[in-house]
């Protein structure tokens, strides 16, 4: 396995970027001050730009750290106006190499694909350039639709681990999946 950082990637429709410090309207319009996206995620909708910013500039200084990976999902045709974030949300270990991917998208930009879309780009980034053994990815179990993405993008569900995990709605039940290198 070799850490590679936040690297560009590049789908049909999407790109996958960096994020810069000028995202921060955009971040906060498009999805992180929505309480609806938020709903089942870890932290809550922000009431002011200014989490956005202070957001933004922890996550630039990371960038440098090769172990750090947090993309602005854009659109080709718009790529100074992310819409969402992907990320791999936990360190990697060394041993069992397995990136867990979490996500979240503007509620404009529900069921289009977009997110199946950048999560497969960032599976296949993990798996060829990162060489991961396992990417996972969870959900509440009251927001069926994050594990319709998971599946479309090939990941078995695992099981569901009860009240195991807490976000916006409180200490919930989650719906684990994961899909293996040797099984693409």
Known sequence: MENKGTE????EHLILRPFRLDDAEPMFRNWAS?????KFLTW????DVSVAVA???DWVSKYSDRSFYQWAITL???IDEPIGSISIVNEIDDVIK?????YCIGKQ???QGITSEA???VIEFMFDKVGVNRVSARHDVLNPNSGKVMQKCGLRYEGTLRRAAKNNQGVCDICCYGILASER
């Open 8 to 11: 560009i990637l590049q789908t």
């Open 34 to 38: 929505d309480n609806e996206v938020t």
């Open 44 to 47: 809550p909708a922000y009431k």
């Open 55 to 57: 957001t933004l500039s």
């Open 76 to 78: 080709k045709n718009n």
């Open 98 to 102: 397995d990136a867990e991917v979490g």
């Open 109 to 111: 930009w529900w069921h």
């Open 119 to 121: 999560m497969k780009a």
